[in-house]
Structures are given as structure tokens and as C-alpha cells.
């Protein structure tokens, strides 16, 4: 397949790439940033009414004035869906990077959910595939946008022009 993967994730949405050399590079400039495949994770798109039914927080008040605080482990539900979705994220890396030919996997994402992605990595990457980390949100860049972003930053190669031109 290719040398390079590349996966952009955040809560919602995980997007798969690889960096494919041009077909005819006489005719097309290349190589290509190629997205193969998404996933999106319902469970956050659906936060807010969807998922808690109270969207009350922080204080109860009885009748007399006097409340107390409570938690509705909101955070904790947060989270668990993340490290959740971190994990079948790993899992279709895997099946991107084994026995494809994948030397460099390009994980780009921000802080918090690569956080969530780190421990699923293990045994997820092949034995000598080098994971390069890029930690910031690039999720809503275009195809050509995050090629051009990620090439100038030095993790995938750029793209030439066509030869003779």
C-alpha cells in the first residue's frame, strides 16, 4: 500500500490516509495524500440532550434554601467513550499497517485524544514502524490543505509538479 499512514482523529471523527506515488508522474503531480477510509464515533456527536436527560449541574436546591452539590460522573461517561473510541481507532490502524509496507504512521490529533490513543497503540503498530505524533487538531482540513500542512512541517513528503512542467 504505502510507506506512510496517516490518521487525524478528535472526539467525533477519525480520518485514514496513506501517501500514494503518482500512477504516471510524467502526467500527475504526486506523491498524493489519499484518504481511504472515516469513522465517526455517534456517541460524542450525540452529547448534550441525547445522552443526559438533566443537563442540570452543580447545585440541588431543597425548599429551605440549602443545597448540596452533586455528580453526575458526566466526565467519567466523557472519557470512557473517548478511550472507547481511541481503541477502535488502533484497531483499523492495525488493519492499515500490517503487511502493507507502512514504515512512518503520522498520528495526528490533539492533546486529550492522544492521550486516549497512546496505550491502544501497543501491539496496534508493527514491530519497527516508526509513529510520528502530531499533536493538534487538523480534522477539518481539506485533503490538500493537511498534505501541504503536514509536508511543511517535514512528516510526509511534499508533492512535485508533473515533470516538464
Same mark, same amino acid.
Given at each position: 500500500?504505502?510507506?506512510?499512514?496517516?490518521?487525524?482523529?478528535?472526539?467525533? #471523527?477519525? #480520518?485514514?490516509?496513506?501517501?500514494?506515488?503518482?500512477?504516471? $508522474?510524467?502526467?500527475?503531480? /504526486?506523491?498524493?495524500?489519499?484518504?481511504?477510509?472515516?469513522?465517526?464515533?455517534?456517541? *460524542?456527536?450525540?452529547?448534550?440532550?441525547?445522552?443526559?436527560? !438533566?443537563?442540570?449541574? /452543580?447545585?440541588?436546591?431543597?425548599?429551605?434554601?440549602?443545597? *448540596?452539590?452533586? !455528580? !453526575? *460522573?458526566?466526565?467519567?461517561?466523557?472519557?470512557?467513550?473517548?478511550?472507547?473510541?481511541?481503541?477502535?481507532?488502533?484497531?483499523?490502524?492495525?488493519?492499515?499497517?500490517?503487511?502493507?509496507?507502512?514504515?512512518?504512521?503520522?498520528?495526528?490529533?490533539?492533546?486529550?485524544?492522544?492521550?486516549?490513543? #497512546? $496505550?491502544?497503540?501497543?501491539?496496534?503498530?508493527?514491530?519497527?514502524?516508526?509513529?510520528?505524533?502530531? $499533536?493538534? !487538531?487538523?480534522?477539518?482540513?481539506?485533503?490538500?490543505?493537511? *498534505?501541504?500542512?503536514?509536508?511543511?512541517?517535514?512528516?510526509?513528503?511534499?508533492?512535485?509538479?508533473?515533470? /516538464?512542467?
Amino acid at each position: 500500500m504505502s510507506e506512510y499512514c496517516v490518521v487525524v482523529a478528535e472526539g467525533s #471523527r477519525a #480520518r485514514f490516509f496513506t501517501v500514494e506515488q503518482a500512477e504516471i $508522474p510524467e502526467l500527475e503531480s /504526486g506523491p498524493n495524500l489519499v484518504e481511504h477510509s472515516s469513522m465517526a464515533n455517534p456517541e *460524542h456527536q450525540a452529547r448534550g440532550n441525547a445522552i443526559y436527560a !438533566d443537563l442540570r449541574s /452543580g447545585r440541588n436546591r431543597s425548599a429551605y434554601g440549602s443545597g *448540596h452539590g452533586y !455528580d !453526575d *460522573h458526566r466526565n467519567q461517561h466523557d472519557a470512557e467513550m473517548e478511550r472507547r473510541f481511541a481503541r477502535e481507532i488502533a484497531r483499523k490502524l492495525d488493519e492499515m499497517t500490517r503487511g502493507n509496507g507502512t514504515q512512518r504512521v503520522v498520528l495526528c490529533a490533539e492533546k486529550q485524544m492522544l492521550g486516549y490513543l #497512546r $496505550p491502544n497503540l501497543n501491539g496496534a503498530i508493527p514491530h519497527g514502524v516508526a509513529v510520528h505524533e502530531v $499533536p493538534k !487538531d487538523l480534522a477539518k482540513l481539506s485533503v490538500r490543505q493537511l *498534505h501541504e500542512r503536514l509536508a511543511k512541517d517535514g512528516y510526509i513528503p511534499r508533492r512535485k509538479a508533473r515533470n /516538464g512542467h
